[in-house]
C-alpha cells in the first residue's frame, strides 16, 4: 500500500503558511507588540542557538534579581501565619523541623541570597554581615526545637535582605 504525496511529511506553501496570531497581553492588561517578544527556539522549524542562552533564560534586570530575592526571603522567613496568634513564620522553620537535613538545606538557600546579593555589588562589611546572620541562624538552628523557634523569630533571610535594600537606597 502506497502513500499518496497528500499525506508525506514534506514542506509544501500550504503548510509554512503563518496563521495570524492572537495577541499576547502581559500580566497587567497591556498589548505585548511583536518586536518586544522573545522568539521561540522553533518558530521557523528550527533551534535557534543564536537568539537563546544555554539554559533557555535570559538575564535578569537588577530590580527583577532583588524582587525574587525578597520573595525568597519572605518565603523563608515570613509567608504564614500562625492561625490564632500575629506570629509569621516561614518555610525556613517547617523544613528546619527536619533534623540536620532541613537546616543544611535553608543554610545553603540563605547562602545563595548572599551570593546574589553580593553579585548585585554589596560591598565585603554587607556581606559579612549578612554571612554573620546566616551562620548565626544556621549554628543555633541546629538545635532541636529552641533552634526551630530561633528560626521563626529571628528571620535571618528578612534581616539580610533589609541590609541589602538600605545599602542599595543609599547608593542612589
Do not use: C
Not at 495577541?23 to 521557523?44: H, K, T
Amino acid at each position: 500500500m502506497t502513500m499518496s504525496n497528500q499525506h508525506s511529511f514534506s514542506h509544501s506553501a500550504s503548510n509554512t503558511r503563518r496563521k495570524p496570531r492572537a495577541p499576547i497581553i502581559d500580566q497587567d492588561g497591556r498589548v505585548i507588540p511583536p518586536d518586544a517578544r522573545r522568539r521561540a527556539p522553533f518558530d521557523d522549524g528550527r533551534f535557534d542557538f543564536q537568539s537563546w542562552s544555554s539554559n533557555g533564560f535570559a538575564p535578569l534586570s537588577h530590580a527583577q534579581r532583588m524582587a525574587r530575592l525578597e520573595a525568597l526571603a519572605k518565603l523563608l522567613d515570613v509567608a504564614f501565619i500562625l492561625p490564632g496568634t500575629n506570629i509569621r513564620y516561614g518555610i525556613d522553620g517547617l523544613i528546619g523541623l527536619i533534623p540536620v537535613v532541613g537546616d543544611v538545606i535553608t543554610t545553603a538557600i540563605s547562602l545563595w541570597i548572599v551570593r546574589e546579593a553580593r553579585e548585585l555589588g554589596a560591598p565585603w562589611h554587607i556581606t559579612a554581615r549578612m554571612l554573620g546572620n546566616v551562620a548565626l541562624d544556621g549554628a543555633v538552628g541546629a538545635v532541636p526545637l529552641l533552634g526551630d523557634a530561633f528560626d521563626v523569630m529571628f528571620r535571618a533571610n528578612v534581616r539580610n535582605m533589609r541590609l541589602l535594600r538600605r545599602w542599595i537606597d543609599k547608593q542612589r
